[in-house]
């Protein structure tokens, strides 16, 4: 699968609060998301962009993979795959067994919302401050993709301050 994103700095998240809510849309969830990243032992995913990582949040645990990010301006695209997993705890020890190294941990409170059918997160980052995350459903072609997110992005006033890069690629920055 994959996936078209924007991710927007901003100063605060109080005004995409509050025209989320002017809109009338409510948040479906606020959780914390503990991201445990990893590093191959055969190459260095902070050179083939590539990215591995078990998340965990009070409803559950996955492992990601996301594959190299692929240009399209402001908007972020790259492949995506999602599994679910019983216990991060167990996952990254089988992960460091195949001879995966932990990398870095990037911890967020993330309100989630769906606006026009874009999944819409206000994220507050520790290290890293206020995002807010525009995400593309799946299924879209890139232009549609793209096209969705320009629009809910101006609905919501969000100008300027976008970044390509991810969370895990600021937090090794920051280093």
């Excluded at 996936?3 to 927007?8: G, M, Q, S, T």
């Excluded at 190299?68 to 067994?97: F, Q, T």
Aim: aromatic share 6%.
């Amino acid at each position: 699968m994959m996936e078209y994103e924007v991710k927007i700095r901003v100063g605060s998240l109080g005004p995409a609060r509050a025209r989320l809510m002017a809109l009338g849309i409510r948040p479906l969830s606020r959780l914390t998301e503990r991201d445990t990243y990893f590093n191959a032992s055969d190459r260095d995913f902070g050179k083939t962009d590539e990215a591995l990582r078990i998340r965990v949040t009070e409803t559950g645990t996955t492992l990601t993979y996301k594959g190299p990010k692929i240009g399209r301006n402001d908007v972020k695209a790259r492949e995506e795959i999602i599994v679910s997993v019983d216990r991060g705890d167990a996952m990254s020890g089988l992960l460091e067994h195949l001879g995966f190294q932990r990398t870095a941990e990037v911890v967020k409170v993330r309100e989630n919302y769906v606006v026009e059918g874009t999944f819409v997160a206000l994220d507050e980052v520790q290290g890293l401050g206020p995002f807010v995350e525009i995400e593309a459903p799946p299924g879209l072609s890139g232009e549609e993709a793209v096209a969705l997110i320009s629009r809910v992005r101006e609905t919501l006033g969000l100008a300027g301050g976008e970044t390509t890069l991810s969370y895990l690629e600021m937090i090794l920055a920051t280093r």
